[in-house]
């Protein structure tokens, strides 16, 4: 695999991207974003009421985030983004933006040179009783644990050609760093 200049912790909430995310970024010295930063207000307050999100409300909310990772990585920068990118469209939204959606990304710098995002997805994933125990002892947070099973539904776990691991949330929080760096190597 070619080295990545963009790593993806993703999973459903609760599974502890944020924490693996920030994590990782301050051990690599590379910029951490948590893509819940990104979310419009229409988004986190349907989310508060219990609606899961579909794609109209995902897909400008991803094209924000690709246009903050073509940035990043065209200056040089590396990048750590915790993002629940659950469906495949959704992460391929994060590394080539999305020029045939309705609702398009950005055209910021069109006419330089395209910067290629070259991402390293890392599924936290574990089993729903672990991830829901995590959601019900969260605090204010605006995903109620109800959409936790709506999250599950709609997740399409990584496969090949993308570039991905997968790491149980059951291993500690040095473990599953360590795991990361040993695969960036």
Not at 59 to 82: E, F, N, T, Y
Not at 84 to 99: E, F, H, P, W
Not at 139 to 151: C, G, N, T, V
Request: one cysteine or more; aromatic letters at 4%; charged letters at 30%.
């Amino acid at each position: 695999m070619e080295a990545p200049n963009a790593v993806l912790v993703m999973g459903v909430s609760g599974s502890g991207k944020s924490t693996v995310g920030a994590l990782l970024a301050s051990e690599l010295g590379w910029k951490f974003y948590d893509a819940d930063d990104y979310h419009p207000e229409e988004n986190r307050m349907k989310m508060q009421k219990g609606i899961p999100l579909n794609d109209e409300d995902r897909i400008p909310w991803l094209c924000k985030l690709h246009d903050v990772l073509r940035r990043d990585v065209a200056s040089g920068q590396h990048v750590v983004l915790a993002c629940s990118a659950l469906k495949k469209v959704y992460r391929d939204i994060l590394i080539q933006g999305k020029d045939d959606a309705p609702l398009k990304c950005d055209d910021l710098g069109k006419e330089e040179k395209p910067v290629e995002v070259k991402l390293l997805v890392v599924h936290l994933t574990g089993s729903f009783d672990i991830i829901s125990g995590r959601l019900l002892r969260r605090k204010d947070h605006f995903m109620p644990p109800e959409l936790l099973q709506s999250q599950s539904d709609t997740l399409e776990t990584p496969s090949a050609p993308e570039s991905f691991i997968q790491i149980n949330v059951d291993k500690n929080l040095s473990e599953i760093i360590a795991t990361i760096m040993e695969t960036l190597k």
